[in-house]
């Protein structure tokens, strides 16, 4: 739609070229939203947390925000979550150990986990 009002067209030729797309399959917002959760996780590496916060700035419905986090599964997810906490903890050269917590912290909440996974794996990590 916004690239439609760029173009400067008229509402009723934007309402007529959307509801074709639609029809047509070519818009789907279910099958963006779970394309999405899952590029952004494999790819990027990015959590449930922040995959929802990126498709609500899109819009997107929260029918579909759920059915998008679905395509993550569960033992993938703290699989990858245990190998980037891991990873990060072996690369920060700090000597203090709580500036060191803090910075895996601050990473792991960036990439949009969740605190309670966060806290546990930072404990575990201390441990060892």
Excluded: C
Excluded at 4 to 27: C, K, Q
């Amino acid at each position: 739609m916004q690239k439609l009002r760029s173009l400067n067209m008229i509402p009723e030729a934007i309402d007529v070229i959307i509801g074709h797309l639609i029809t047509n399959n070519y818009l789907n917002e279910e099958r963006f939203a779970r394309s999405f959760a899952r590029g952004r996780f494999r790819i990027k590496h990015w959590g449930k947390i922040r995959i929802v916060r990126e498709l609500k700035a899109r819009h997107i419905s929260a029918y579909n925000i759920k059915a998008a986090l679905q395509e993550i599964d569960d033992d993938e997810y703290l699989t990858a979550f245990n190998d980037l906490a891991e990873k990060q903890w072996n690369s920060i050269r700090e000597s203090n150990l709580l500036k060191k917590k803090k910075k895996l912290h601050d990473f792991l909440m960036r990439k949009g986990f969740e605190n309670q996974l966060i806290y546990d794996k930072i404990a575990a990590l201390t441990n060892n």
